[in-house]
């Protein structure tokens, strides 16, 4: 079998590991590549002729849509027309194999196909079950619809994200769906770790909404509305919580924006050295905070008048944390990126040689890789159903001519 076939490097933590999607477009499906590059053997399920949404989405190369062999990475594509009960049988077949189900169907749909986590259950005791809603399995708005931008917004992150006279912004990529299927990857790991320690697992409903993760994440609004009766506002690139007296983006003379951040009482008075004021006068967070304007206005005029070499140069001799805010031209030239191994060059049969992130996390001992770019729809569909699940040449002749796969 070639490596085309299987991962055969012997690298990733979770060699072995067995999951198959019921998912499209990102926050599953990006569960599912969290796993996936690290050794997983991940089955995407996609219908017969168009695929996974996100086949069509994105920027393009000469009617090549990039997205996707990024998204799609290191993953089997196979076909399934789940709307046929000879294609339901076998996607409860790829239950019956996986030890890992990932699902995004809304819940009516889900039941009415047998990918319940009741019929789960049923079919595979031992499975771990994700299922991603717009809204969760629980709640009265179970079958409404859902993206990853109404998460965001339900979360209350895009409510803090902005200037205080501007409108709540959203962030410029699929920020609640990225997010989701990070904790969804996060979940499914959790509930693995008590499968190989429990000797009486049985099986895990890991039932996880979009807003859920980003409000997670926002760790103080909750106790801040409860307690102090306050609901948080915009305060643009400040953080409404932070100890820090100054956060801020700056243009510089050459049109760089830099990003500054000093987040304790010596990196802020760095800062007031820098611009020619006496050090000892913002000893505490108290004199900090009240002339933080003044410490903002200073830093915005200082930065104009230099280039972003000279800033980020004088920045780090003061000891001051900067950054140029970076474009994806900028990430593709760091340094620093490069030293990390972070943007790797993969083969792909459509484009030639593409680049894309690494597999990250790095992992020193047994990293995972990046083998395969996203696959042609339904490239796996002999490798999975035939090598892996066992159906015969006849059953699978038969679900090929009856549209089925």
């Known amino acids: ?170 962030t410029g990529f699929s920020h609640g769906d990225a997010v989701t299927g990070l904790m969804g990857a996060y979940a499914v790991l959790a509930a693995l770790h008590r499968r190989d320690n429990d000797p009486g697992f049985d099986g895990e409903w890991i039932d996880l909404a979009l807003f859920e993760p980003l409000f997670r994440l926002v760790e103080w609004q909750v106790i801040v509305h409860d307690q102090l009766g306050v609901v948080p506002q915009r305060t643009g690139n400040q953080l409404a919580v932070a100890p820090a007296a100054v956060i801020n983006t700056y243009r510089s003379r050459d049109e760089q924006w830099i990003t500054v951040t000093s987040a304790t009482l010596r990196s802020v008075r760095n800062v007031a050295r820098l611009l020619g004021l006496p050090g000892e006068e913002f000893a505490t967070s108290e004199q900090q905070h009240a002339r933080r304007e003044e410490l903002d206005a200073g830093l915005r005029s200082w930065v104009a008048d230099r280039s972003a070499a000279e800033c980020l140069e004088a920045f780090a001799r003061a000891e001051v944390v900067a950054s140029r805010v970076f474009d994806a031209a900028d990430i593709a030239a760091d340094p620093v990126y490069a030293e990390r191994g972070d943007i790797v060059t993969v083969d792909d049969p459509d484009l030639g040689e593409v680049r894309m992130q690494a597999v990250i996390p790095h992992f020193r001992r047994r990293p995972g890789r990046v083998w395969r770019t996203g696959p042609a729809l339904g490239q796996d569909n002999d490798l999975v159903y035939r090598d892996w699940l066992g159906l015969s040449e006849r059953e699978l002749a038969d679900l090929e001519k009856n549209d089925v796969v």
């Open 1 to 170: 079998m070639s490596d085309d076939q299987r991962n055969t490097t012997g690298q990733g933590q979770l060699r072995g590991l067995k999951v198959v999607e019921f998912a499209h477009v990102v926050a599953g499906p990006l569960a599912g590549s969290m796993l996936a590059d690290q050794g997983a053997d991940v089955v995407h399920v996609e219908p017969p002729g168009a695929g996974d949404a996100a086949r069509a989405m994105g920027p393009r190369r000469e009617g090549v849509p990039l997205w996707f062999k990024v998204a799609a990475r290191n993953k089997r594509s196979v076909t399934l027309d789940l709307h046929h009960a000879a294609g339901r049988e076998v996607a409860h077949r790829l239950v019956a194999w996986a030890d890992v189900v990932i699902v995004t169907l809304r819940a009516g749909r889900l039941r009415s196909w047998g990918l319940d986590w009741e019929a789960v259950h049923r079919i595979n005791p031992k499975a771990v079950l994700l299922q991603i809603s717009g809204f969760g399995a629980t709640s009265s708005q179970a079958d409404a619809p859902g993206f990853g931008k109404m998460g965001e917004a339900r979360s209350g992150v895009v409510h803090l994200t902005g200037h205080p006279d501007g409108p709540p912004v959203h």
